[in-house]
């Protein structure tokens, strides 16, 4: 599997980086950004994947957006920009060691790259979710999204996660997944990154 990027619910972690309450304001697209988040966090309950989530100096910048839906899933606290973290890697091994990790949040230039170069540098193949990362500048974010497919990343969006965790009507869990998909993506002006290539 590992090279061409196909994903699998047995070896998938989703990676949840700093939503939190202070970002609001700033972030290009925030509310779509954690709107897929959401989303892809209520499918990962539905499959099966398990999810991480951390939080950015929280004392300072509050805690995860209630929208996000992250009820029961523990906020690791950090400072560094990486969420690879002591805690965080011994969740890891406790999941087993998981082999791809489905990564979205913010912002992307500074903890999603920082988070990035450390799963690729352990060999954990890594999926951004594109419509849910972001930074305060579209600028700092489209950037971020090509110096991060050079390295080796693959970038997806939300819907393109979804499906490929199913494979097809036949999955069990289809119908609920389908459910989640009734409402397209919002658009999080992506499209200037392909003009920019």
């Known amino acids: ?31 779509n950004i954690v709107s897929n988040a959401a989303r892809l966090l209520q499918a990962s309950r539905v499959l099966g994947i398990p999810a991480i989530l951390t939080e950015q100096y929280p004392k300072g910048l509050g805690p995860t957006v209630p929208e996000l839906g992250a009820e029961g899933v523990t906020a690791y606290p950090k400072t560094s920009f990486t969420m690879m973290i002591e805690e965080v890697e011994k969740q890891m091994q406790a999941l087993g060691n998981p082999k791809q990790a489905i990564l979205c949040g913010i912002e992307a230039h500074a903890c999603i790259a920082c988070t990035t170069f450390d799963l690729l540098e352990k060999g954990i193949e890594v999926h951004i979710v594109s419509d849910a990362v972001s930074s305060r500048s579209q600028t700092d974010r489209l950037f971020a999204l090509s110096r991060l497919k050079q390295s080796g990343a693959f970038l997806t969006t939300t819907e393109a996660v979804l499906l490929q965790l199913v494979q097809g009507a036949k999955h069990p869990n289809f119908k609920e997944i389908q459910q989640l998909m009734m409402q397209p993506s919002p658009d999080t002006g992506l499209l200037a990154y392909f003009s920019a290539l």
């Open 1 to 31: 599997m590992a090279g061409i990027g196909r994903l699998s619910t047995k070896d998938a972690v989703l990676l949840l980086c700093d939503m939190q309450e202070k970002f609001r304001p700033n972030i290009f697209q925030f509310t």
